[in-house]
């Protein structure tokens, strides 16, 4: 068996300790004579396994009992949806765009109500993020909206925007769970698990329980509503069960790692080693501005495309996979989430300083 080192931007790399114990568990969970894939949601085995996985979640980001913890389906995508349809009761939300994901989401709020583009770093390639500590807030937005790490541009919110007052409603997807964070802060957190937590196909919401009403816009199917699935423990119909598990699998791994203080060390460890040798390498050049800049994903370029598409595929076979850019951006992008053990991002360093000796003209 050949473990590659991953550095895909999602689906990730995942704790090599919880694929192993899956692959034990996967002909009979724990005596129980099945898989987990194949067991009924309503048996009481499942429903200890999706209890545990909420109990764990909670207790690893110290979430107070007035938020509700959601595990749903439709990936990242489906709460660009779900958030107006849940939230906008004044019919205004106002958007933070910092790059795709939250400019699909700003899109998508457009077709439900009046949302306000506040802030946006569109003019630089989206590269940084803006100031945030006095944006127009419009008077009755219902929430401002965020994306706290931009997965294909490679820059975080390092300081949350001052919303005054209003409800902070932010996609974690590829951020979540790699430092510790104050809930208290947001409305709701959410984010699709397959960039740092499990497989594609479940997606997290931590919403605080005011928000949870049955005054939804009109025609909110039965499935977009929160209130359906707060009201029934994520239970109302069948749950991605399997990929449920996996999750509680690695918040069981990253509890073991000394929780998400210990995370943020390691994740500020790895990002060191790539940024540093970034900023001093003649080759490869960072792309985001340094107080703009994500631990998780982070994107370079030589500055030719030719060599850029030579070191990706040199990359590649020397173990080193997925490092090719996002294809809205080009360059390289190396995603070093939780999973990623130090010696994958040393391991990438040691293979550019390589390539970088062979090919500087
Ligand atoms: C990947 C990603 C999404 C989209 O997730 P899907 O689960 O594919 O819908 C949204 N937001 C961010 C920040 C992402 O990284």
Same mark, same amino acid.
């Given at each position: 068996m050949a473990r590659v080192y991953n550095f895909s931007a999602g689906p990730a790399v995942l704790p090599e300790e919880v694929l192993k114990e899956a692959a034990e568990e996967m002909l009979d969970y724990r005596g129980c004579g099945m898989s987990v894939m194949e067991?009924?949601?309503?048996?009481k085995t499942y429903d200890n396994i999706i209890k545990e996985a909420e109990a764990d979640l909670r207790q690893i980001m110290n979430i107070p009992d007035n938020y509700k913890v959601l595990f749903l389906q439709?990936?990242?995508?489906?709460q660009f949806a779900m958030i107006p349809m849940n939230l906008m009761k004044n019919g205004v939300a106002d958007y933070i765009v910092t790059g795709q994901w939250a400019k699909k989401a700003y899109q998508e709020a457009c077709m439900y109500g009046k949302a306000n583009? %506040?802030?946006?770093?569109?003019?630089?390639?989206?590269s940084y993020i803006p100031d945030c500590s006095d944006l127009p807030i419009?008077?009755?937005?219902?929430y401002v909206y965020i994306c706290e790490n931009n997965t294909i541009y490679g820059t975080k919110f390092h300081e949350l925007p001052n919303t005054k007052g209003k409800t902070l409603v932010a996609d974690v997807s590829s951020c979540f769970l790699s430092e510790p964070v104050d809930?208290?802060? @947001?409305g709701v957190i959410y984010g699709g698990v397959q960039k740092n937590i499990g497989p594609a196909g479940v997606v997290i919401v931590i919403i605080r329980e005011d928000l949870i009403t049955e005054d939804v816009l009109p025609g909110t199917p039965t499935m977009l509503r929160y209130k359906t699935h707060a009201d029934n423990d994520s239970l109302y119909n069948t749950p991605p069960a399997y990929g449920i598990y996996i999750c509680g699998k690695v918040f069981k791994w990253i509890q073991k790692m000394g929780g998400l203080e210990a995370m943020k060390k390691r994740n500020e460890e790895k990002a060191a080693i790539l940024y540093d040798y970034l900023d001093h390498s003649k080759l490869f050049k960072p792309t985001v501005e340094k107080g703009s800049r994500s631990l998780m994903n982070v994107p370079f370029v030589t500055g030719d495309d030719e060599l850029d598409a030579k070191f990706v595929k040199e990359a590649k076979a020397a173990g080193l996979e997925s490092l090719k850019g996002h294809r809205s951006v080009g360059g390289m992008r190396a995603s %070093? @989430?939780?999973?990623?053990?130090k010696e994958g991002v040393e391991a990438l360093v040691a293979f550019m300083k390589k390539f970088e000796a062979e090919n500087l003209k």
């Open positions: 067991m009924s949601h309503r048996s439709g990936g990242a995508s489906q583009k %506040i802030a946006s770093s569109e003019d630089k390639t989206f419009s008077p009755d937005a219902d809930v208290t802060k @947001y %070093i @989430y939780n999973a990623m053990p």
